[in-house]
């Protein structure tokens, strides 16, 4: 997808998370070409595997299952990242503010937003070889069309990773590694 196209659907989703709601502006959006579904978290320690249900009941509910275990692991990840980096500090985990797991499809893409209540910037690390964590930006990297952020206007931040549909590029078959 070009990138002023991008921008469009970037554009019309935050309308979308605006606080006004979607389709506030007089802008020529199809609301309905546009399928939404909304999922709030809280701060548990099965918020990802609640999280990952949600994108996989979802996601064959509206049919997309090409898509089904890459979306799983990039909500996955991009979960945990809010937990972990987005809801610091305790005021957050008691005030109760949700980590909301957006996705929206249209027919030609699927985009997947994770949002919290967090300032900080998500930047791909690069971990020491042995470290368990830190990687988790470079997978959504990998297996995502396109990934980003953006400050909401209200407190916190919108982390996303997008799909194209249709003619996507399946990559040579996938190696796993066991490791010993």
């Given at each position: 997808?070009?990138?002023h196209?991008?921008?469009?659907?970037?554009?019309?989703?935050?309308?979308?998370?605006?606080?006004?709601?979607?389709?506030t502006?007089?802008g020529?959006?199809?609301?309905?070409?546009?399928s939404?579904?909304l999922?709030?978290?809280r701060?548990?320690?099965?918020?990802?595997?609640?999280?990952?249900t949600?994108?996989?009941?979802t996601?064959?509910a509206w049919?997309?299952?090409?898509?089904l275990d890459?979306?799983?692991?990039?909500?996955?990840e991009?979960v945990?990242?809010?937990?972990?980096?987005?809801l610091?500090g305790?005021?957050?985990?008691v005030?109760g503010?949700?980590v909301?797991v957006?996705?929206a499809?249209?027919?030609?893409?699927?985009?997947?937003v994770v949002?919290?209540?967090?300032?900080?910037?998500?930047?791909?690390?690069?971990?020491?070889?042995?470290?368990?964590?830190?990687?988790?930006?470079?997978?959504?990297?990998?297996?995502?069309?396109?990934?980003?952020w953006s400050?909401l206007?209200?407190?916190?931040?919108?982390?996303?990773?997008?799909?194209?549909l249709g003619?996507r590029?399946?990559?040579?078959?996938?190696?796993?590694?066991?490791?010993?």
């Open positions: 997808m070009p990138d196209e991008w921008e469009d659907w970037l554009a019309a989703l935050d309308r979308v998370l605006s606080p006004g709601g979607p389709w502006s007089g020529e959006t199809d609301a309905d070409r546009l939404l579904a999922c709030e978290l701060h548990d320690p099965y918020a990802a595997r609640t999280a990952r949600f994108t996989t009941s996601l064959r049919g997309v299952t090409e898509l890459d979306a799983e692991l990039v909500i996955g991009l945990i990242n809010a937990l972990h980096h987005g610091r305790r005021a957050a985990v005030s503010h949700p909301r957006i996705l499809l249209n027919d030609v893409s699927l985009v997947c949002i919290d209540d967090g300032e900080e910037v998500p930047t791909p690390r690069d971990p020491d070889f042995g470290a368990e964590g830190g990687r988790g930006l470079q997978v959504v990297e990998a297996i995502s069309d396109r990934w980003g400050p206007r209200s407190p916190g931040k919108a982390v996303w990773a997008a799909f194209g003619k590029t399946t990559p040579a078959a996938r190696h796993l590694e066991v490791c010993q």
